[in-house]
T-cell receptor, first 114, second 115 residues
Framework: GDSVTQMEGPVTLSEEAFLTINCTYT??????LFWYVQYPGEGLQLLLK?????DKGSNKGFEATYRKETTSFHLEKGSVQVSDSAVYFC?????????????FGSGTRLSIRP | EAQVTQNPRYLITVTGKKLTVTCSQN?????MSWYRQDPGLGLRQIYY???????DKGDVPEGYKVSRKEKRNFPLILESPSPNQTSLYFC??????????????FGPGTRLTVT
């Protein structure tokens, strides 16, 4: 079945450091890929998405490129801020295998030191 | 403001005492889902609904019930809670998926502890 694997956390960085959170997937069809972010005490909210190969999603300085050849969707940001501290979830929706849900990775907790 | 609301936000209960967590959305979405979030496991879908009176099991439905009598509401019912249902629960809603996949909108979560 479809699945998402993302790097284990926690990840701790200093402010203004470069961030990469790795995400790889397996899917039956041609999935759409997402990054969701969960700030402390809140629900998940969509950070960015890409719907086909080579698409780049971007938002709030974060970027991720849909790489079909490596089945990856790594999240990057050039200069992180304390306010980026949160849990990040990579996810996919694959209409071929299931139209009813999004499959999530296990989440990566990010902490940014001032 | 477009939102998904859940109540209560925090709940401590005892084994076997029936409880209901309510979920309501004001975006006229057809799809609604319940997830539970556990450390190291990400989010796992419990039940989903594609429209009024249409519900189906997700990946971890045991011990839960749902109903969808109105489009905006999708309550989660635990008839006889057990300690292994201690978790953080999220309700989500969305439009039906299109060719580009779809975005789910999440509620703020309900932290349930069963002793």
């Amino acid at each position: 079945g479809d699945s998402v694997t993302q790097m284990e956390g926690p990840v701790t960085l200093s402010e203004e450091a470069f961030l990469t959170i790795n995400c790889t997937y397996t899917a039956t069809g041609y999935p759409s890929l997402f990054w969701y972010v969960q700030y402390p005490g809140e629900g998940l909210q969509l950070l960015l998405k890409a719907t086909k190969a080579d698409d780049k999603g971007s938002n709030k300085g974060f970027e991720a490129t849909y790489r079909k050849e490596t089945t990856s969707f790594h999240l990057e940001k050039g200069s992180v801020q304390v306010s980026d501290s949160a849990v990040y979830f990579c996810a996919l929706s694959d209409l071929l295998s299931s139209a009813s849900k999004i499959i999530f990775g296990s989440g990566t907790r990010l902490s940014i030191r001032p | 403001e477009a939102q998904v609301t859940q109540n209560p936000r925090y709940l401590i209960t005892v084994t076997g005492k029936k409880l209901t967590v309510t979920c309501s959305q004001n975006m006229n979405h057809e799809y609604m889902s319940w997830y539970r979030q556990d450390p190291g496991l990400g989010l796992r879908q419990i039940y989903y609904s594609m429209n009024v009176e249409v519900t189906d099991k997700g990946d971890v439905p045991e011990g839960y019930k749902v109903s969808r009598k109105e489009k905006r509401n999708f309550p989660l019912i635990l008839e006889s809670p057990s300690p292994n249902q201690t978790s953080l629960y999220f309700c989500a809603s969305s439009d039906p998926p299109s060719g580009g996949g779809y975005e789910q909108y999440f509620g703020p979560g309900t932290r349930l502890t069963v002793t």
